[in-house]
């Protein structure tokens, strides 16, 4: 089962000039992931939109969990 992720799952805090800070957790896990990132046109499509994509929720969720090698 595939879970979709949802605005919800995140938390926008303004960092300075052009910067925020997104905190992700993990609906599965409670495990809170972020960043900061400077990303406006992200940030617009996702917290600035009414109806943000599913494709940047995930770039957005990519961005804040660290990579697994």
């Known amino acids: 089962m595939i879970m979709k992720i949802n605005l919800s799952d995140f938390r926008f805090e303004f960092n ?27 940030i617009d499509s996702t917290k600035n939109s009414d109806n943000p994509k599913q494709k940047d929720l ?6 804040c969990k660290p990579t697994r090698f």
């Not at 925020?20 to 990132?37: A, D, E, H, L, M």
């Not at 995930?58 to 961005?63: G, P």
Request: hydrophobic share 25%; net charge positive.
């Open 16 to 42: 300075g000039h052009g910067h925020y800070r997104v905190s992700y957790t993990s609906p599965k896990t409670g495990k809170v992931f972020t960043c900061v990132t400077s990303d406006m046109p992200l």
């Open 58 to 63: 995930n770039i957005l969720k990519a961005k």
